[in-house]
């Protein structure tokens, strides 16, 4: 009997592609299950091999395969994002040869535009890809809308990303008004049983559009026609760990290999998405509200004009949103006496305080501990709180505002898909006062009724050490500021020193790109490209050697600088010791030659970075 022999990538594991043999010839990208280390794995067909001297095992074909527009985009990922074919695939629903039906033309009743949204949408519709730099409130949807209607009387699909779970609810109403049952919301908080209907529709062809996060780009559409990623800002596109993609920059990817139209979409663009692509600019909302800003130079913390102000509100029968960074209680506990905070056991971080379950808690490696009484290096009882959290002001709220109902809206206190619709169907009642939260609420979110935004905390955003500290503290003041003033005129009050910064670009956001663009020229994306390279280990000689080794290494290549290398700003997470190369270059091209010459087994590769601590 003659064999044939494949190389074989398996689906999440960091091996270069291992080989197998079938008794019968398969096609490449065929998946299939295959034995290693004596225990079953499913992978990938890579290519066919000749026989090799040394024994291999047999693989079995399953009904399921990448067609080659799919294994163009692993071997993309694999090749641009430095991770091996099966952690790329890992990231991809493959097709079924069980199904093979074709999406029907449908007719759908038209959405109406105004004469200014027609003209974006013209405008998008002569472009591969296009930015729709919108105003909030501006009707941006509305043009995704209509355009959804026309791709989908095609014949074919939409994927339609958004930056997070939590905007799915108020979407999934409106996508399912107009386009029914062919409506598929994916992500990561779908029960089991929702899982397999929405499979199901997919590897039918019955659905027209489907919606989430970054994971529903990677779904086995068998005939996409466009691809919209709203709120294109957003840094959770950003994938936090290998492969450390960006769903924004692989959608561009994809709608090319499909070629397709891409859009992007946002009251705040990122200045890369402003100055790469061209961009429709729609202005103001539909309504006629106004917004006032009102600035209080105090540091964080809800003070007696705040508090007035919400109570004022209260009785006005009129709602609220207050915004912080962050969340839990504190960011930190500090003694009163030596400055020391108390930092997690296992990495170099301050623990948050999570005033309800009486715990410290490390948000990097979610270990846990009571709260103490006296500080760990002085024995001093003088223990205070910095840096006002959510669950800290909502106690705070409580206390001051008896009348009033105060519900907290973070990840800790959302931790499911039901537990979000049921919040935000009772924000929209009328029957919560006031909701209290972190980046969630700046989330697209329509509140209907909201006539003031509290928003805390700028000044954290705007110290951060990151070349984009500005741009995300002026972008999330405006987004936040833009939940309220939608049916009535509304006050925004915003805690901060830097009134001057913010005040200028408050009603142009575009100039605020036009100055950027000459701070980042020369430095920083889109100008230069930038890599973080990551070195972890519990012994810390090891990290630190792999660093100086490829450091070293490095040098002979005068096209990429190394920006800097050392311990990493948090130099301790989950009892392990980092540190970090930064790179920079004025080609991708150039970095990836240098990382795949150079890089050690160590070596944590981030391409594009978005996190610099």
Same mark, same amino acid.
Request: aromatic share 6%.
């Given at each position: 009997m003659q064999n044939f022999y494949y190389l074989v990538a398996i689906f999440g594991s960091p091996l270069e592609p291992l080989t197998y043999h079938s008794d019968e010839e398969l096609e490449i990208g065929v998946e299939v299950k295959v034995s290693l280390r004596n225990k079953p794995h499913f992978g990938f067909i890579v290519k066919e091999v000749q026989k090799p001297t040394f024994q291999t095992q047999p693989l079995e074909k399953t009904s399921f395969y990448f067609d080659t527009k799919q294994q163009k985009l692993i071997e993309f990922i694999a090749t641009y994002y430095v991770c091996s074919l099966g952690e790329a695939a890992k990231l991809l629903m493959p097709f079924s040869s069980k199904y093979q039906n074709s999406p029907i033309p449908q007719n759908i009743e038209k959405i109406s535009l105004s004469t200014k949204q027609q003209e974006a949408l013209d405008f998008l519709k002569q472009h591969p890809i296009s930015l729709l730099f919108g105003d909030t409130g501006s009707g941006k949807t509305e043009i995704y809308m209509r355009y959804f209607e026309e791709i989908v009387q095609e014949g074919k699909q939409v994927v339609f990303l958004? $930056? %997070?779970? !939590? +905007? =799915?609810p108020q979407m999934q109403k409106r996508l399912e008004y107009y386009f029914k049952d062919e409506v598929v919301m994916?992500?990561?908080?779908? =029960?089991p049983k929702q899982k397999k209907i929405a499979q199901e529709k997919i590897y039918n062809s019955q659905v027209k559009i489907v919606a989430g996060p970054r994971s529903a780009l990677f779904l086995p559409l068998q005939n996409l026609g466009l691809i919209v990623v709203d709120e294109e800002h957003d840094d959770s596109y950003k994938s936090a760990s290998r492969p450390r993609y960006h769903a924004r920059d692989l959608a561009i990817y994809l709608a090319k290999l499909h070629n397709i139209p891409v859009i992007l979409g946002s009251a705040t663009p990122s200045l890369s998405s402003y100055v790469k692509f061209p961009y429709f600019r729609l202005r103001g909302g539909h309504t006629l509200t106004q917004r006032d800003f009102i600035y209080e130079k105090s +540091?964080? %913390? *809800?003070? $007696?004009?705040? *508090?007035? =102000?919400l109570q004022e509100t209260v009785q006005k029968k009129e709602q609220s949103i207050v915004f912080l960074p962050t969340r839990a209680n504190f960011k930190y506990l500090i003694c009163k006496d030596c400055g020391a905070s108390v930092e997690c056991k296992y990495c170099s971080i301050a623990m948050s305080v999570h005033q309800k379950s009486n715990m410290l808690k490390c948000h990097y490696c979610n270990y846990t501990q009571p709260i103490i009484q006296q500080c760990q290096k002085c024995g001093s009882p003088s223990l205070i709180s910095s840096r006002i959290g959510t669950a800290q002001a909502l106690i705070e709220l409580q206390e001051n505002l008896k009348d009033? #109902?105060?519900e907290q809206f973070d990840k800790d206190s959302i931790s499911t898909n039901a537990k979000l619709k049921k919040l935000l169907k009772r924000f929209n009642a009328k029957e919560i006062d006031i909701l209290v939260g972190t980046q969630m609420l700046s989330k697209g979110h329509d509140y209907e009724n909201v006539t003031l935004a509290v928003v805390l905390g700028m000044d954290n955003i705007l110290n951060i050490n990151d070349y984009r500290s500005r741009e995300? !503290?002026?972008s999330m003041l405006l987004q936040v500021a833009g939940r309220s003033g939608r049916k009535k005129d509304a006050k925004v009050i915003v805690q901060t020193l830097n009134e001057e910064f913010f005040e200028e670009y408050l009603d142009d956001y575009e100039k605020f790109l036009q100055d950027e663009k000459e701070y980042r020229v020369g430095l920083y994306p889109p100008y230069k490209k930038l890599c973080r390279v990551l070195f972890s280990h519990k012994n810390e000689q090891k990290a630190k050697q792999e660093m100086q080794q490829m450091q070293q290494s490095l040098q002979q290549f005068s096209e990429v600088e190394v920006v800097g290398a050392g311990a990493c700003a948090i130099a301790k #997470? !989950?009892?392990k010791f980092r540190f970090e190369i930064l790179l920079r270059s004025n080609k991708t091209t150039e970095i990836l030659k240098a +990382?795949?010459? =150079?890089?050690? $087994? *160590? !070596? %944590?590769? @981030?391409? @594009? $970075? #978005? %996190?610099f601590h």
């Open positions: 958004m $930056p %997070e779970i !939590a +905007l =799915t994916w992500h990561s908080k779908l =029960t +540091l964080d %913390e *809800l003070s $007696p004009f705040i *508090l007035q =102000t009033a #109902v105060i995300k !503290a002026l #997470v !989950a009892n +990382l795949y010459t =150079t890089k050690t $087994p *160590l !070596a %944590e590769i @981030d391409i @594009d $970075p #978005v %996190e």
